[in-house]
């Protein structure tokens, strides 16, 4: 059976909730109705579907969030060294007093509260769009539960260079909150845009982001997730590749009892590239899922995978990365590597590298390893006076550094390697 002809499983043990679709203009009525159809279709996912095994999406599906403490947090001081254009949510609400005016970054802003009651051509053709298209052959339903029933977010259109980064800041104020937002983006031809995200969010977060890359240009997301250790997440990334286009997009995560990041990535023109990264540092109540799938549907595109992850007192963390080439899909280059490193015995790290190839002039590897921190090395440090915790940081930060060097902008990559430094002096008290 070919790709094209695959189906996903349907299942029937699941019953979906009751869910009450915000109001709004009839496109986003429309494309609500669509997705709450989908989500229904397939139900809320389980632990024993395939792509969640490694997961227990129980406390992200359940009706109410579980309670998670809030944290004295330094998230906002994180991309100070940036001008940008600060959007600040307050446990999922879009707080406009607190935001920089709209205009500032040099692109078409609106909030979705605002573009889902208007009649904006370019939102409503895209709206909900790469999330449907997404869903085969995988099922994703709590993407499909997110543009039925999110009402914040933003809707983002670049013509050309963004003036400034657009910080998205997330903060979490409420022990209970329940968030659900989402984001949609369109770089038109030749456009330029930053995307940067950080903050804990809320109890329980739900975040999807949409993205259309059209030829020649280029999108760039770094993001770090909250401090708040507590909170549980779900987030997707849906992107969409023109001819010659380049996505890059990176996560730090060094808190969380619960998160999993999907990044959903087709490619449909020729000589585009894409980048996803992440650099994930758990301790103890910790579960860090990253879970990939990148389509090829062009000539002559490149695929990056690049994932670290650092574990210690019990931390779990999760890696499923696809590169599916297709047919036409000739002269690819797919590169994914995922790589554990556990600072005890007590630690896990789980992968499922996949390759799934139908062109015969392509160039695709994987690789996924798991070990503890090079004895040599960390006696060669500490012979030379380095204290044994300093040493053990050090070589901590150089097992990551693969990941940070994906970011391209050094401002933001030396934000995020400083970020490390205070999480890893933190846990030495």
Same mark, same amino acid.
Request: proline share 3%; hydrophobic share 40%.
């Given at each position: ?30 494309? &609500? ?37 809030? +944290? ?31 205009? $500032? ?20 053709? $895209? ?17 499909? $539960? ?17 003036? /400034? ?28 845009? *930053? ?11 739900? /975040? ?26 779900? *987030?997707?990334? +849906? ?24 990044? #959903? ?9 894409? *980048? ?27 695929? &990056? ?26 002269? *690819? ?52 006076? #380095? ?7 050090? $070589? ?34």
């Amino acid at each position: 059976m070919m790709y094209a002809d695959r189906k996903p499983i349907k299942k029937t043990a699941y019953v979906m909730p009751d869910v009450a679709l915000p109001t709004g203009g009839k496109w986003i009525t429309e494309a &609500r109705k669509s997705a709450l159809a989908s989500a229904s279709e397939y139900g809320m996912p389980q632990k024993r579907d395939e792509y969640w095994k490694y997961t227990d999406p129980t406390t992200l599906t359940s009706d109410t969030p579980t309670p998670a403490a809030i +944290f004295d947090a330094d998230e906002i001081s994180l991309f100070d060294n940036v001008d940008r254009v600060k959007l600040f949510f307050v446990d999922g609400i879009f707080n406009a007093d607190m935001s920089d005016a709209l205009d $500032l970054a040099g692109v078409e802003i609106e909030t979705l509260e605002t573009a889902g009651s208007a009649d904006i051509l370019w939102v409503s053709s $895209l709206y909900g769009t790469l999330e449907r298209n997404a869903q085969r052959p995988v099922p994703r339903p709590l993407a499909a $539960l997110n543009t039925a029933t999110a009402t914040q977010g933003t809707v983002i259109r670049a013509t050309g260079k963004g003036a /400034k980064p657009i910080s998205l800041i997330y903060l979490h104020e409420d022990e209970n909150s329940d968030a659900t937002i989402h984001h949609t983006i369109k770089l038109e031809k030749g456009a330029d845009l *930053t995307i940067l995200e950080n903050g804990p969010a809320a109890a329980r977060f739900n /975040k999807v982001m949409e993205v259309e890359v059209a030829d020649n240009a280029s999108f760039h997301h770094v993001r770090a997730q909250g401090r708040d250790h507590e909170r549980r997440a779900v *987030t997707h990334i +849906f992107a969409r590749l023109g001819t010659a286009s380049s996505f890059k997009s990176f996560t730090l995560t060094v808190n969380g009892v619960l998160t999993r990041n999907e990044a #959903i990535i087709e490619f449909t023109g020729d000589n585009a590239h894409a *980048t996803v990264a992440g650099a994930c540092a758990g301790d103890g109540d910790f579960h860090h899922d990253d879970t990939v799938f990148i389509t090829h549907d062009g000539v002559n595109c490149e695929s &990056r995978q690049v994932y670290k992850k650092v574990l210690r007192n019990g931390a779990v963390g999760v890696f499923q990365g696809k590169i599916l080439v297709k047919p036409d899909a000739q002269k *690819t280059d797919g590169y994914q590597i995922s790589q554990g490193l556990l600072l005890d015995d007590n630690s896990t790290f789980q992968a499922k590298p996949e390759l799934e190839i139908y062109a015969d002039d392509v160039a695709c590897s994987h690789g996924s390893t798991v070990g503890a921190l090079d004895d040599t090395a960390l006696f060669y440090l500490t012979s030379r006076g #380095i204290p044994h915790k300093e040493a053990q940081d050090m $070589l901590t930060l150089a097992f990551l550094g693969e990941a940070i060097d994906e970011i391209e902008d050094d401002t933001l990559a030396d934000d995020i390697r400083a970020r490390l430094e205070r999480w890893m002096a933190r846990r030495h008290g």
